[in-house]
């Protein structure tokens, strides 16, 4: 058997066909055609701080093995915050920056990093990783929103884990919303009707367009919703209009749009993405406040969206306690990350361990705080 690495600063450089063919299908934001929107659209590009270095895994010249990495400049993007580590190594007259994030530019959801079926060739790849790091004079490397089987491989070649917590929804087999409020406790599931019935009144109705239905028209009204929430949060919105152009020609069919109307105008959107098995969340947005707008047009229609296609799970994006009450339960992420300075290795692995523990016990007291009625309860 010959192997061989290579590093490929576009995606323009692989098919489509042999990248998804080690990415497979059940993620879309691994995707070839996601990866590539995001570059070919100006939104993760060297000039943004996020250069391409793909690795490509040859084993007797077929593709076994791809990486979505990137060379980058700044830790803006991500989810994971290492701006401490960074700022720590600087005062120690280091240099942390370039460093290598292995992950999907702007998308804080769980899935593939190092995309390939054996273990033996996701090992290839994370050692591929290590000798990228050298030749590029990085600081580490990172990989983010990695699978629990991942996370274990690469604890045990010895990279260090990285876990917090977000909030997902699983369907249990639900028939209706109404089969889900079921299963809640009396307060939380008087609560939502609330919250529902508030909107309702409001005179504000909802639309999901996916596949062929989604237009140009669709693209611009959520740009605008995107553009107001970004601008806000970041100050400079990440994606640019011409990605969500592109993915709605090369994707349409992995995207939701959930659009919210008002006497004949959009004022709500919210962006999600449809997997295999998971209906993922990503931006939102709005032109005009009403209370529980939010829950409802990022929440409860990606619930109602589910049940309708029998996925098992909602991942509705980074941090928010208040997903709890509303039936999103917490649950652990994982990230690796290779130092290259020993000492500053030490100290993170120090923190990290403290961190994880600290993380366990938090899911833990979240856990008690579950909506869900017990047997003592109605």
């Given at each position: 058997?010959?192997?061989?690495?290579?590093?490929?600063?576009?995606?323009?450089?692989?098919?489509?066909?042999?990248?998804d063919?080690?990415?497979?299908?059940?993620?879309?934001?691994?995707?070839h055609?996601?990866?590539?929107?995001?570059?070919?659209?100006?939104?993760?590009?060297?000039?943004?701080?996020?250069?391409g270095?793909?690795?490509?895994?040859?084993?007797?010249?077929?593709?076994v093995?791809?990486?979505?990495?990137?060379l980058?400049?700044?830790?803006?993007?991500e989810?994971?915050?290492?701006?401490g580590?960074?700022?720590?190594?600087?005062?120690?007259?280091?240099?942390?920056?370039?460093?290598?994030?292995?992950?999907?530019?702007?998308?804080?959801?769980?899935?593939?990093?190092?995309?390939?079926?054996?273990?033996?060739?996701?090992?290839?790849?994370?050692?591929?990783?290590?000798?990228?790091?050298?030749?590029?004079?990085?600081?580490?490397?990172?990989?983010?929103?990695?699978?629990?089987a991942?996370?274990?491989?690469?604890?045990?070649?010895?990279?260090?884990?990285?876990?917090?917590?977000?909030?997902?929804?699983?369907?249990?087999?639900y028939?209706?919303?109404?089969?889900f409020?079921?299963?809640?406790?009396s307060?939380?599931?008087?609560?939502?009707?609330?919250?529902?019935e508030?909107v309702?009144?409001?005179?504000?109705?909802?639309?999901?367009?996916?596949?062929?239905?989604?237009?140009e028209?669709?693209?611009?009204?959520?740009?605008?919703f995107?553009?107001?929430?970004?601008?806000?949060?970041?100050?400079?919105?990440y994606?640019?209009?011409?990605?969500?152009?592109?993915?709605n020609?090369t994707?349409?069919?992995?995207?939701?749009?959930?659009?919210?109307?008002?006497e004949?105008?959009?004022?709500?959107g919210?962006?999600?993405?449809?997997?295999?098995?998971?209906?993922f969340?990503?931006?939102?947005?709005?032109?005009?406040n009403?209370?529980?707008?939010?829950?409802?047009?990022?929440?409860?229609?990606?619930?109602?969206?589910?049940?309708?296609?029998?996925?098992?799970k909602?991942?509705?994006?980074?941090?928010g306690?208040?997903?709890?009450?509303?039936?999103?339960?917490?649950?652990?992420?994982?990230?690796?990350?290779?130092?290259?300075?020993?000492?500053?290795?030490?100290?993170?692995?120090?923190?990290?361990?403290?961190?994880?523990?600290?993380?366990?016990?938090?899911?833990?007291?979240?856990?008690?705080?579950?909506?869900?009625?017990?047997?003592?309860?109605?």
């Open positions: 058997m010959t192997t061989k690495i290579t590093a490929i600063s576009s995606l323009r450089d692989v098919s489509a066909a042999d990248w063919s080690c990415a497979g299908n059940d993620n879309p934001f691994v995707s055609a996601f990866l590539l929107a995001l570059e070919m659209s100006g939104s993760a590009t060297a000039k943004t701080g996020w250069a270095q793909h690795l490509i895994l040859e084993d007797n010249g077929k593709i093995g791809v990486v979505p990495c990137y980058k400049t700044h830790s803006r993007g989810y994971v915050f290492d701006h580590w960074a700022d720590a190594f600087t005062r120690a007259g280091g240099r942390y920056y370039p460093k290598l994030q292995v992950s999907v530019p702007f998308t804080p959801a769980t899935g593939p990093r190092l995309l390939a079926s054996t273990a033996e060739h996701r090992l290839a790849l994370a050692e591929g990783l290590l000798t990228l790091c050298e030749q590029s004079k990085a600081s580490s490397v990172h990989i983010t929103f990695a699978l629990d991942e996370a274990q491989e690469l604890q045990n070649a010895g990279w260090l884990l990285r876990n917090d917590i977000q909030f997902h929804w699983h369907n249990q087999g028939l209706s919303f109404a089969d409020l079921a299963q809640l406790s307060s939380k599931r008087k609560n939502i009707r609330k919250e529902r508030a309702a009144r409001g005179g504000i109705t909802f639309e999901h367009v996916t596949g062929a239905a989604l237009t028209a669709h693209w611009d009204h959520f740009y605008a995107y553009m107001d929430t970004g601008s806000r949060k970041w100050g400079d919105p994606l640019t209009r011409k990605f969500f152009s592109l993915i020609q994707m349409p069919e992995k995207t939701l749009l959930v659009m919210a109307k008002r004949g105008r959009t004022i709500a919210a962006l999600n993405f449809i997997g295999k098995d998971t209906l969340g990503r931006n939102w947005g709005c032109t005009e009403h209370p529980f707008l939010h829950f409802e047009t990022c929440y409860y229609q990606a619930m109602d969206f589910a049940i309708s296609r029998g996925l098992a909602v991942e509705a994006g980074a941090q306690e208040h997903k709890l009450a509303r039936g999103y339960l917490p649950e652990k992420t994982n990230s690796l990350h290779h130092l290259a300075h020993p000492g500053l290795a030490r100290a993170v692995a120090d923190y990290l361990e403290q961190e994880r523990a600290a993380i366990a016990q938090d899911q833990d007291v979240l856990g008690q705080h579950s909506p869900f009625r017990h047997e003592e309860q109605d």
